[in-house]
């Protein structure tokens, strides 16, 4: 355990101990509050293939937080996992083990939620400031303007495309956000153009989904840039030569990062990254056109604030955000604040803060 300390010195209301599970990574975290501003004190990362329980990773935190400060108490503890959840429990997507929140709970002494991983990130958004360019990549209209949050925001969505594509939104009552996740990323796809309608008929023929619809994860995720990649070299014949033999020859999932990579010096990858990101402006229109998010759109996952240079360039981003069929309706969108989420603490945050709100 590789634990990385911020701050034990300060006096908090409470501390959380707050966890964020993928099938690569897991990380624990100390979280302080005070008020309603939330402070990460220590992190402590794992490979999620090297854990077969989550029970004492959990308890060597704890009594790494007791002999770094004997005084240390913890008041509740959330997990964040990417799967499903059903009475406090979830069995991870690419995990080999499952999370038992009563289970936890027993072990540890500790009052234990489980939630989902994009409820987690959701619940991360009202920790977040707007205007602290750390935290936030605020996204100009094509008119170069930024609309401010209008009404009263109490309506939140978040929209998440990296190794897969997820959708939450938060509802304000009773002057807090309560966070809900939901299987948007798997709503069919919605082609747009002449390209986007080759590339849809690629994946069904690929994936051999003839005669049923086709979803959007495998278009705006980390699956749609090697998607477009292998579209490319299959049907428009690209060369593969110089990099992109390099980017040929790995497996699909280490594509995307490569691809990303090379984005700035090679034509065939600026090409892909800029389809993505008009893909994803596409349907998180599309999806704020549903939720009509007053307080904003929050793009969360390593994609988009890694790549925020693409996002940015020509207003890519919100030139298809704000494309509508109906003129009507184009100036709706406008009205819509959309940021790029740039913290990637968001889900130990979240995590927290769901423990605070729901516990």
């Known amino acids: 355990m590789e634990e990385k300390w911020f701050n034990t010195d300060s006096n908090f209301d409470q501390v959380i101990l707050a966890g964020d599970i993928g099938g690569t990574n897991t990380t624990l975290a100390l979280v302080g509050r005070k008020n309603d501003t939330f402070t990460i004190m220590a992190k402590f990362p794992y490979k999620s293939s090297e854990v077969t329980s989550l029970t004492p990773p959990l308890q060597e935190v704890i009594a790494a937080g007791k002999s770094k400060k ?61 205007e602290d360019k750390r935290q936030i990549t605020r996204l100009p209209c094509t008119d170069g303007t930024f609309p401010k949050q209008t009404g009263k925001g109490d309506i939140k969505i978040t929209v998440g495309a990296g190794t897969g594509l997820g959708v939450g939104y938060l509802i304000a009552r009773d002057g807090k956000y309560r966070a809900y996740s939901s299987e948007g990323g798997h709503s069919g796809f919605a082609d747009f153009d002449g390209e986007t309608r080759e590339l849809k008929q690629y994946v069904i023929s690929k994936k051999n989904l003839s005669g049923t619809s086709v979803g959007t994860e495998p278009f705006v995720s980390g699956m749609g840039i090697y998607n477009t990649f292998n579209f490319l070299k299959d049907t428009k014949k690209i060369k593969i030569e110089g990099v992109l033999r390099e980017i040929d020859a790995t497996r699909d999932e280490d594509k995307p990062a490569l691809i990303s990579q090379h984005a700035a010096t090679n034509g065939v990858c600026r090409k892909i990254m800029r389809t993505f990101v008009g893909m994803y402006g596409r349907f998180a229109g599309n999806v704020s056109l549903i939720f009509l998010p007053t307080g904003g759109v929050y793009l969360a996952g390593g994609i988009a604030s890694k790549n925020e240079e693409f996002f940015l360039e020509d207003n890519l981003f919100m030139k298809n955000f704000e494309a509508n069929y109906n003129p009507n309706i184009r100036p709706l969108l406008k009205k819509i604040p959309v940021y790029i989420i740039k913290d990637y603490s968001i889900s130990l945050y979240g995590a927290a803060n769901a423990a605070v709100t729901l516990l």
């Open 70 to 130: 004997s005084s240390l108490k913890i008041d509740l503890c959330c997990i964040g996992a990417a799967g499903p959840v059903e009475n406090n429990f979830c069995k991870p997507t690419n995990c080999s083990w499952a999370i038992d929140g009563k289970e936890i709970g027993k072990a540890t002494g500790v009052e234990t939620l489980v939630i989902n991983d994009f409820a987690a990130i959701s619940y991360g958004i009202p920790t977040l400031d707007v």
